[in-house]
């Protein structure tokens, strides 16, 4: 009796994860992810020559039934950079809530730039020593809505790169 639950149990194995393969496979993980969310999928075009650490799809927490976001790493744990998107609508991974260094223009949109520090001493010059995040909401087109991203570092890297890693983010599509 327990062979024959076994074999269903087999095939289901085997014909599954080839369904959801197809279903998605295109080989790269920004845009099997676009095809699952009603969000825009922005893609980094420039990585500042940092290997791929992780690409998590993670449920939203805090908006049960939405969209799921998307947290990626480049770097190391210790000295990298993290990305995360989330729509607009809704942002799942929350707020940081970082000191602020005031805005900048990426792309010609308008984000806010922080750093994760308090106090007199948190100064825009001790950015790569506390490290911070840079916060926009991108467009979306007639089909993909607007999306929250966070570009962010706990130290290591300049304000100027954590600039160019989110100037090089490109619409996946």
């Given at each position: 009796m327990k062979k024959l639950l076994l074999i269903p149990l087999l095939i289901t194995g085997l014909v599954l994860p080839t369904s959801f393969a197809s279903a998605m496979g295109s080989g790269d993980k920004y845009s099997d992810l676009q095809t699952g969310v009603t969000y825009a999928v922005y893609k980094p075009s420039n990585t500042l020559n940092l290997k791929s650490l992780n690409f998590e799809v993670r449920p939203c927490r805090l908006f049960?039934?939405?969209?799921?976001?998307?947290?990626?790493?480049?770097?190391?744990?210790?000295?990298?950079?993290a990305l995360v998107e989330s729509s607009a609508a809704y942002n799942c991974a929350g707020l940081d809530n970082p000191k602020s260094l005031g805005t900048i223009s990426i792309n010609g949109i308008t984000a806010k730039l922080g750093i994760y520090c308090s106090g007199a001493k948190c100064?825009?010059?001790?950015?790569?020593?506390?490290?911070?995040e840079i916060t926009f909401t991108a467009p979306g087109n007639k089909n993909l809505k607007p999306t929250f991203i966070r570009v962010g570092t706990q130290g290591g890297f300049s304000q100027a790169q954590l600039v160019a890693f989110a100037k090089g983010l490109k619409r996946v599509g």
């Open positions: 049960p039934g939405k969209d799921s976001y998307l947290l990626a790493g480049y770097g190391g744990m210790d000295l990298g950079i100064v825009a010059s001790k950015f790569s020593q506390f490290g911070g």
